[in-house]
């Protein structure tokens, strides 16, 4: 079993900056392709970016050059640096992993992922 916490959550004004963080433990292999979902309310869960086994990143659309993805494989630590934040970005934020190896230059999609943390609240005013 795979457990993700996510951290790092919180309102912000636009323009402003947050950085998120997911904590993965259990039974996962430390570079499970791994990613950030966001859902706002009374929209569908969204890909937001993941990271593969190999380290290639994608991103969706909407955040690509104002949000990043990192890795500290070796503390099975996610973030997701968020900068220039608009409020059409509130969301809840969710990390997910695949809890295997695999490739993926790409952006995945949620039935790519096996395990989901209880995701983090972020909120951007105007």
């Known amino acids: 079993q795979v457990q993700l916490v996510e951290s790092g959550g919180g309102s912000v004004q636009a323009g402003g900056s947050l950085r998120l963080s997911c904590a993965a433990s259990?039974?996962?292999?430390?570079?499970?392709?791994m990613g950030w979902f966001r859902q706002a309310p009374g929209k569908e869960r969204e890909a937001v970016g993941n990271?593969?086994?190999?380290?290639?990143?994608s991103y969706a659309d909407s955040v690509k050059g104002r949000f990043t993805i990192s890795q500290e494989a070796a503390k099975r630590i996610l973030y997701l640096q968020m900068n220039s934040l608009k409020p059409e970005d509130t969301a809840m934020y969710y990390c997910?992993?695949?809890?295997?190896?695999?490739?993926?230059?790409?952006?995945?999609?949620?039935?790519?992922?096996?395990?989901w943390g209880q995701g983090t609240q972020v909120t951007v005013s105007s």
């Open positions: 990271i593969d086994s190999f380290g290639r990143i």
């Open positions: 997910a992993s695949t809890g295997t190896a695999c490739g993926a230059p790409r952006l995945m999609g949620l039935n790519e992922f096996a395990y």
């Open positions: 259990g039974n996962t292999y430390d570079r499970s392709c």
